[in-house]
C-alpha cells in the first residue's frame, strides 16, 4: 500500500522561503512521478509542480515558476518542493501526489492515484 506522508509546512511572513518534504513507502519510487497539489479554503484543487519519474523533466503552474522547484532523491524515496518569494496567496494545504502510470505531465488531480494527507502553508502578508 502506498503511503505518502508530507513534512514541513508551516507559517512564513511573504517573501519567506519553506522547503516541503514527502516521504514515501510502499512504492517502487523511482516507478513514480511525483508531484504537488494545493488547496485553498473555497476553491478547487490546483496542480502546482511535478516531476517525471526518471529524467529531470518538471512542470510547474504558471503561478509558482521562477519561485518554487521540485526535486527527488530515489535514494531517500523522497520528493521535496522548495517555495521561496512566498506570497499571502500561497497560503493552502499542501498534498503530495504520485502515480505510476503518467510521467509527470498531467496537471488534474485526477491523473495521479496516490495522495499523502496533506500539510498546511500559510503565508502572511
Known amino acids: 500500500q502506498v503511503q505518502l506522508v508530507e513534512s514541513g509546512g508551516g507559517l512564513v511572513q511573504a517573501g519567506g522561503s519553506l522547503r516541503l518534504s514527502c516521504a514515501a513507502s510502499?512504492?517502487?519510487?523511482?516507478?513514480?512521478?511525483m508531484g504537488w497539489f494545493r488547496q485553498a479554503p473555497g476553491k478547487a484543487r490546483e496542480f502546482v509542480a511535478s516531476?517525471?519519474?526518471?529524467?529531470?523533466?518538471?512542470y510547474y503552474a504558471a503561478s509558482v515558476k521562477g519561485r518554487f522547484t521540485i526535486s527527488r532523491d530515489n535514494a531517500k524515496n523522497t520528493v521535496y518542493l522548495q517555495m521561496n518569494s512566498l506570497k499571502p496567496e500561497d497560503t493552502a494545504v499542501y498534498y503530495c501526489?504520485?502515480?505510476?502510470?503518467?510521467?509527470?505531465?498531467?496537471?488534474?488531480?485526477?491523473?495521479?492515484?496516490?495522495w499523502g494527507q496533506g500539510t498546511q502553508v500559510t503565508v502572511s502578508s
Open positions: 516531476h517525471s519519474r526518471s529524467a529531470e523533466t518538471t
Open positions: 510502499g512504492v517502487t519510487f523511482s516507478s513514480y512521478a
Open positions: 501526489v504520485g502515480d505510476r502510470y503518467n510521467d509527470g505531465r498531467y496537471f488534474s488531480p485526477m491523473m495521479y492515484d496516490s
